[in-house]
């Protein structure tokens, strides 16, 4: 079982960077998926960026590529999403999510694949 703490949220202006971490517990960190979520008021909770294990495989969605970098540092068991060029419609909690240790080598999309999920971190974005 692995334990998920995100940080790193709060306000920011349009345009401008924050940069979300996620510190994992347990020492099979490199054994899971990752990946982060958002969810604003009303909305369901939709995938923003995943990893693979070994962080040579991500995926974004496409109202945040470009702008959005996830990262892995394994040996520290901690996940980052650099986030650049904020938008107003960034403004949402985000969650940091495991996947599962030892399924596969690759990265998942859905919310429903991941096993375990950090308490979230408010993100708003003022124009």
């Known amino acids: 079982q692995v334990q998920l703490v995100e940080s790193g949220g709060g306000l920011v202006q349009a345009g401008g960077s924050l940069r979300l971490s996620c510190a994992a517990s347990?020492?099979?960190?490199?054994?899971?998926?990752m990946g982060w979520f958002r969810q604003a008021p009303g909305k369901e909770r939709d995938v923003v960026a995943a990893?693979?294990?070994?962080?040579?495989?991500?995926y974004y969605a496409d109202s945040v590529k470009g702008r959005f970098t996830i990262s892995r540092d394994n040996a520290k068991n901690m996940v980052y999403l650099q986030m650049n060029s904020l938008k107003p419609e960034d403004t949402a909690v985000y969650y940091c999510?495991?996947?599962?240790?030892?399924?596969?080598?690759?990265?998942?999309?859905?919310?429903?694949?991941?096993?375990?999920w950090g308490q979230g971190t408010q993100v708003t974005v003022s124009s």
């Open positions: 990893i693979n294990r070994s962080g040579g495989s991500t």
């Open positions: 999510a495991a996947h599962g240790a030892g399924y596969s080598s690759r990265y998942y999309t859905r919310r429903l694949e991941y096993e375990h």
């Open positions: 347990g020492r099979t960190f490199s054994q899971y998926a």
